[in-house]
């Protein structure tokens, strides 16, 4: 980039005559500041060094500026207002910010910095996901974006409407990961990629996290960034190795497993040190915390419902016919389809005490050792010879606590289960990889359309052939 120019270590607050060159590292999607109504958006510059610094626009500036300071082009920046970063933004943001306005002079330069840029990326591997579970570490990807769900309204546990989307993205062993995108970049990414999904883009994200949420996949915090189709070598490497495997990328986008695949692995503890003691989480009062629990689950309220039927887009409850098409009022998805979904209300037990808590979807037909339809067209009390009740053996639970309404007490779900007998310790990282988790039984075609409101006795007889039949069918493929 040259070394005429100062470095942005070079200006601080009272420095006059400057001119730094500079790439942009990063640029957010524009902001309502928390305290007024005023917007701004945050970028992130980059000098020759390597060295940062975040600038910021506000109102109209960032309009005037929408076509200026694209994202990895380099410029020569003079006459920001320099100051120093308020106490509070320090550790986030740097000891100094710029502002840009209209007295600011940019000029672009027609230098490609790529690998400069590039060279700040610490790429996380998809099998590497499990270690950061859960933890809001930051993480950058890179992976070829082969498909993307409809975009859904989720409502937070404040009541605040969100909209989501999820990416599914593929890497060079062919392992796939889900990326939910939330808010604005909904509006820009998503609406690029939507447009341009046939391309196969290469997608570059930075300032993730790993989340447990419908299974292992990755979530874009306030500050992600992403490039996509970026002009860097290695985007085109992995654009040549998309060419060379087209024919087997196009049958994972045809036969789509990705949409119902559990995570490959999850780092599980081997030391007795980092499991959770029940006795220890009992009556807790804080949520969105996560425990490793080695204990035995058992279901104590046989007279429970095991299923409810659920959009497949959301998850949320419907109360619409088995296989019918209709428009979700959670997600907005207008051509929502009612699928059952597995739930199962149980105890979990250690050593030093109990807690109960609900498994839902994956970890719920591992443990019943059953699937959504069967239990669907259940039609009397389970019994052990319908499905597993308990178990004889410690396995290994991955619980959420949560906000339970009217009570000060959290309540919990599980969301994964692991036979420790899967488990190969790894004795540098106190953790082992998990190769096979619990995987759900897949779904029987549906042959009955039923609603959650619909009548046991009606079909009683034909349903407890069914069953009859698909116990024998899930006996033989646990063989």
Request: charged share 25%.
């Amino acid at each position: 980039m040259g070394d005429k120019f100062q470095l942005i270590h070079d200006v601080s607050p009272g420095t006059t005559g400057w001119t730094v060159k500079v790439v942009v590292a990063e640029k957010f999607s524009p902001k309502v500041a928390q305290r007024s109504p005023t917007k701004y958006q945050n970028l992130t510059l980059m000098d020759s060094e390597g060295s940062t610094v975040q600038a910021t626009l506000y109102g109209q500036n960032i309009t005037a500026f929408q076509d200026e300071l694209l994202l990895g082009k380099t410029y020569l920046i003079s006459n920001a207002l320099v100051k120093e970063t308020n106490a509070e933004y320090k550790a986030k943001s740097g000891e100094i910010q710029w502002t840009i306005s209209g007295r600011t002079r940019i000029r672009r330069v027609e230098e490609n910095n790529s690998n400069l840029l590039i060279s700040t990326y610490s790429f996380t591997d998809f099998e590497d996901l499990p270690k950061y579970m859960d933890s809001n570490l930051d993480i950058s990807v890179i992976g070829m974006i082969i498909d993307i769900k409809p975009r859904r309204i989720i409502q937070t546990r404040f009541g605040k409407e969100c909209q989501v989307q999820d990416l599914v993205l593929v890497n060079k062993r062919f392992d796939t990961v889900l990326l939910t995108m939330w808010e604005t970049f909904v509006d820009n990414e998503c609406k690029y990629i939507c447009q341009n999904l046939r391309k196969k883009l290469i997608l570059i994200g930075k300032h993730l996290k790993v989340t447990s949420f419908n299974g292992l996949s990755i979530s874009t915090k306030a500050d992600s960034s992403f490039f996509i189709d970026g002009e860097f070598e290695l985007v085109e490497e992995f654009k040549s190795w998309g060419h060379t495997n087209s024919e087997i990328i196009d049958n994972m986008i045809s036969e789509k497993h990705y949409l119902t695949s559990t995570p490959s692995k999850l780092s599980v503890p081997t030391a007795e040190k980092d499991f959770t003691e029940i006795k220890n989480i009992q009556g807790l009062k804080t949520a969105k915390q996560f425990f490793w629990i080695k204990g035995k689950a058992s279901v104590k309220v046989l007279n429970q419902t095991y299923w409810y039927m659920s959009c497949n887009n959301c998850n949320k409850i419907s109360s619409e016919n088995y296989g019918d098409i209709y428009p979700c009022v959670f997600c907005k998805c207008t051509d929502a389809k009612a699928i059952p979904r597995a739930k199962v209300y149980m105890q979990l037990t250690d050593p030093t005490g109990y807690i109960n808590a609900t498994a839902i979807g994956n970890p719920a037909e591992y443990f019943l050792q059953s699937n959504a339809e069967i239990l669907m067209n259940q039609t009397l009390i389970p019994t052990a010879a319908s499905m597993r009740l308990s178990m004889d053996e410690d396995e290994i639970f991955y619980v959420k606590a949560i906000t339970k309404e009217l009570s000060t007490d959290c309540k919990f779900e599980i969301l994964f289960i692991v036979n420790p007998s899967q488990i190969a310790g790894d004795k540098n990282t106190g953790k082992a990889p998990v190769e096979h988790i619990g995987e759900p039984i897949k779904f029987l075609e549906p042959t009955t359309k039923r609603s959650l409101f619909h009548s046991d006795t009606d079909d009683a007889q034909s349903s407890k052939k069914k069953r009859d039949k698909s116990t024998i069918e899930i006996t033989k493929k646990n063989q």
